[in-house]
Structure formats: structure tokens, C-alpha cells
């Protein structure tokens, strides 16, 4: 994991968390998987744990069962220098997967498509003469849909807020005549969290689809202040606190993860894996001393 991402996407599978990692690396450049684990004796039985890295872009995912179904709430948009760079990634991720916009020119991008892989995990492919030949750019997208739609705006600041070395960058609004979507409201916009690019948009359509568990961002914490500070400013919904995963206003999932914790999940031997796991399932805030504990003594 780059040690300057501080906010990692997490994707949830119910078998699949390995296979897909293993895609993934294989279509985009500069790409490895860094690391694996196994928690024995979870809730969801034996999970694998996979850390990779797309692009220099740090993720992670998990086999814990069929609880949660990725959707296109949450997307990564890839940004390309060139348009053969976009028709290769389309050719292998749409691979088995759906077309949610097909390639092809639109009037926002001349190049661009919005494809759900077969895995379930959604990705939007775009020219951007700004990036470097060979190296894509991927930034977490995030659709406000259903109750969200139209607050993608004060979703922005609310983040920003929260997060440090922050900014707020361009804000592209629907006009007049773009219903369902409200004047006003935000049809695309871009905001760095922790010096990570995300982008945002409102979308008044009718969707079969909101955030859930299966996508989550994971923020890497040095000390128990830390986790304190996101925790209290982050979770608004109690009853989904658990083993450090919580729930924001807008039902974006987050796990407040110390520093330490993967860590001691990477180096540790099975034994020490096993005791931090029984540790933290009962957890709903993470709590770093108690995990250090566990780790250093039987």
C-alpha cells in the first residue's frame, strides 16, 4: 500500500476477492497484488484478505460471503491518455461484464464508457490528454441517488470538513431543461480528501441501487486520538458499528483502521492473526491498545 494513500477502497465479495485481484493486475499497468491473509473463525467463516495495487492505486478486498452486492453507486473512473489505452481496458473489463454506457463519443468526453465487470465492480474509461501515456489515473466516483440526490454538494463540504489537506475543485451543474435532474445541482464535480482525488454527482433518474457495505473506504490510523477524531466525526448510524466499519449521513460505509492493525495482520503468525481477529470482532470502534495486546501476548 502507498504509505501517502491514507483512504483505501475496500471491496467486499462473497468468493471471489482473489480472482478479481488477480484481473485487476492483469489489465492495468504497474500493478501487483501485495499481500494476502486468512482470519479463521469469523462471522462470515474463513475470509480471504487481498491488498493490491492498480496504477500505483491502493485497494482492498475480501471474500466474507453474499451479504452485499457491489453496484454502480460507487465507481472507479480510469483516466486515459489516449484512446487505444481506453478501448484496451473496455475490451478486458467488459470481458463477461454489462455495458452501462457503451464506448463510444459523448458530448462530455469523445471517448468514454461505463462498463460493470463480471464481477459486479463498475468502471468508467475516459480520455484525458492531461495523464501520462501507460499510467491511468483511477479516482473512487461516488452517484447520489434516491434520498442522497441533490446533496452531493453539501456531501463535499461535510468531507472536506472532515478530512485534512482538503480542497474542493471543479463544479459542474445541471441547467434548465435537464430534468428529472434539479437546476443547480451537481452533475459532475471533483474534491481531493487527504491529497486523493474522488468525484461526485447528483442523478434524479430512477436506480435500482444505493450505497451499502460492499464498497467501503478503509482510513489508515496512526494513534487511538486519530481513530477517535474520524469516528466521532464520521458515524451517524449506530446500529452499523462494527469491527471498526460504520456508517456516514449519506449511508457511505467506513472502517477506521490503525495503522498497526494491518501491520500486525501482514507480519503476524497465525497464532497472533487468529488472537487480533477474536479481538476485534467484538469491537465496534477499533481499540489500539487492546489489539497491540492481543498480538504480543497469548
Known amino acids: 500500500m502507498s504509505s501517502s494513500q491514507k483512504i483505501v477502497p475496500h471491496l467486499w465479495f462473497d468468493k471471489e476477492a482473489v480472482e478479481a485481484a488477480e484481473l485487476y493486475v492483469s489489465v492495468f499497468p504497474d500493478s501487483q497484488i501485495t499481500g494476502t491473509t486468512m482470519l479463521r473463525d469469523t462471522p462470515s467463516g474463513d475470509t480471504d484478505i487481498v491488498s493490491f495495487v492498480l496504477a500505483g492505486y491502493a485497494f482492498q478486498a475480501i471474500s466474507a460471503g453474499p451479504f452485499f452486492k457491489l453496484n454502480p453507486s460507487i465507481s472507479f473512473t480510469v483516466n486515459c491518455a489516449t484512446a487505444d489505452e481506453v478501448d484496451a481496458l473496455w475490451a478486458k473489463l467488459a470481458d463477461g461484464g454489462q455495458a452501462l454506457m457503451p464506448l463510444g463519443a459523448y ?78 445541482t451537481v452533475m459532475h464535480a471533483d474534491f481531493l480528501l487527504d491529497g486523493q482525488r474522488f468525484t461526485i454527482g447528483d442523478s434524479a433518474w430512477p436506480h435500482e441501487f444505493a450505497f451499502n457495505e460492499a464498497i467501503s473506504f478503509i482510513v489508515t490510523c496512526d494513534n487511538q486520538a486519530e481513530i477517535d477524531a474520524y469516528w466521532e466525526r464520521l458515524s451517524a448510524v449506530p446500529e452499523a458499528e462494527q469491527c471498526g466499519w460504520l456508517k456516514d449521513r449519506y449511508g457511505l460505509s467506513w472502517q477506521i483502521v490503525p495503522t498497526a492493525m494491518g501491520e500486525m495482520m501482514s507480519t503476524g503468525s497465525p497464532e497472533q492473526i487468529a488472537r487480533v481477529t477474536q479481538a476485534f470482532l467484538p469491537m465496534k470502534k477499533l481499540d489500539l491498545a487492546v489489539l497491540i495486546n492481543a498480538f504480543r501476548h497469548p
Do not use: M
Not at 140 to 156: D, M, R, T, Y
Open 107 to 184: 458530448p462530455f468526453n469523445p471517448c468514454f464508457g461505463w462498463v460493470q465487470d463480471r464481477f459486479g465492480l463498475s468502471w468508467q474509461l475516459a480520455l484525458s490528454e492531461t495523464n501520462v501515456p501507460g499510467q491511468p489515473s483511477i479516482t473512487p466516483s461516488l452517484l447520489f441517488v434516491g434520498a442522497n440526490c441533490g446533496k452531493a454538494e453539501e456531501a463535499i463540504g461535510f468531507y472536506t470538513a472532515v478530512f485534512s489537506n482538503s480542497a474542493v475543485g471543479h463544479v459542474l451543474r445541471y441547467g434548465s431543461g435537464q430534468a428529472p435532474d434539479q437546476e443547480g
